[in-house]
């Protein structure tokens, strides 16, 4: 597989990177970036997944968490996917909440998105061996995201038991099967039977886990989501029910964008650092 | 004169504002950011003042920069203009290197850029009587920026002595006289006539500055901009000859982005808050 560098910038002592390459379960060409922190270059470093949101590509998040800093900080390396296949051939759709932009991180069963819309094989399987085989890092990973990224978090890490060290999100979509974003991209995506959404879900998923991963949730007390998109409160009743560690902290006065992200990244990279360096 | 607040989002445990108000100097409509850290609650605080480069609004910096953490963390306050009148009685040219967005922190004197171009007046004087007006804020001020937004800071900052207690700049055009970017933008706003330059050149100003105000750059070693629009050995040479003071950092590897300015804004903004709360 070829990996094909097309952005390299020097930033916080290592270099900001986007990588394009030619995805096998996807079908088309993706895009991804990658942070090398200094440390990169004497030695191998884990891996901070970051899944992005609605409408993001790889470039939301390494142009506005101001991420990197922490990154350097504490010696992890992060990769950041674009949040659905792209490109002329693939399906896609009127609103910024279907079809390019909005994969949602799962496999898709019905026409016409099944064709490209895989991006929970590519997240989980596909990108992780990629960067395994050409980046110096060690089987040490993690993962967190944004809204629907932070959905993708939750699910990609209660789905692979033992895979992640550690989890976390920013507003995530807790309970896509009961909310208007999930409910719209899951009937388009899996069908209209909701049996097949619950793998797909966090807060079905967690009744069922095997792995008692602690779930780290910021939620910005403000989010313009928070009431009809986000319910946290699904997620932690359904914790509760189920024994499933987590810390969910809402967090007064915060919205839905990048201001929040940025204020909170850096103790979410600590978080995961001190796990992946455990 | 009304403020609007158009944009208020938590950040930093502060707000990263941005306002809408008539500009009387340049006869239009013009947006700027204002980043009030927590102190601001609670008392007065001083101003970093940040101008950014070619083809940016208000935006970008507040968006890019990662600079809320510091000035949280230092208490000052960041105020962001746009980079030029704005508006479709604003006059304007094809090239995103005059015109809207390219405004060069000058007072035009030439047709048709004479009407609203006083990008230099705005910022001097306007913008900061309306801060000092609107905001918890005290006389102590500062000033930086990016690019064409360094070679704004410089001049600033060199055309009012005692006005501001400390100056830096990222990447600034040093020496708009002598490169491409500043003779384009020059003849077009300023005339023909190369004399009328000198005031508005940082090299220039050099050689006959009454106060000696430390400057601090930071220019990135691999900046596409360097050799033929930055040229910071002009400015270098100026103060050498004047005896001004100038810490000029290259940065090897660097180029002319946030990712730049990201990785070296906290140290700017250290270096600031120690002037502003000497």
Redesign the interface.
């Known amino acids: 597989m070829t990996l094909e560098r097309i952005e390299h910038?020097?930033?916080?002592?290592g270099w900001?990177d986007v990588y394009r390459h030619r995805s096998q379960v996807l079908g088309c060409d993706m895009a991804f970036a990658v942070y090398l922190p200094p440390q990169a270059a004497t030695r191998k470093l884990p891996v901070l997944y970051w899944l992005s949101g609605l409408t993001c590509s790889e470039q939301n998040f390494i142009?506005?968490a101001?991420a990197?800093?922490y990154a350097a900080e504490h010696g992890v390396i992060l990769v950041v996917p674009d949040t659905s296949p792209r490109g002329d051939e693939v399906a896609n759709a009127e609103g910024y909440d279907l079809g390019q932009g909005a994969g949602f991180y799962l496999n898709a069963t019905q026409a016409p998105w099944s064709t490209h819309y895989r991006m929970y094989d590519y997240v989980a399987a596909e990108l992780p061996a990629l960067v395994e085989a050409n980046f110096p890092v060690t089987d040490a990973r993690a993962i967190s995201g944004h809204s629907m990224g932070g959905h993708g978090a939750l699910v990609v890490a209660l789905k692979n038991p033992g895979r992640y060290r550690s989890v976390s999100a920013f507003s995530p979509i807790v309970a896509p099967s009961q909310v208007p974003w999930g409910e719209k991209a899951f009937t388009a995506y899996l069908g209209e039977d909701r049996n097949a959404w619950n793998p797909w879900d966090a807060t079905a998923l967690v009744a069922t886990a095997s792995e008692r991963l602690p779930l780290l949730i910021d939620q910005?007390g403000?989010d313009e989501f928070l009431a009809n998109q986000l319910k946290p409160e699904l997620l932690q009743a359904a914790c509760a029910a189920a024994g499933h560690p987590l810390t969910l902290r809402v967090?007064p006065?915060?919205?839905h964008?990048?201001?929040?992200i940025?204020?909170f990244i850096?103790e979410h990279i600590a978080h995961h650092a001190a796990a992946l360096n455990a």
Chains 1, 2 share one sequence.
């Open positions: 910038r020097a930033c916080f002592g900001q142009t506005k101001g990197q800093r910005g403000a967090q006065g915060y919205d964008s990048y201001y929040f940025q204020s850096g």
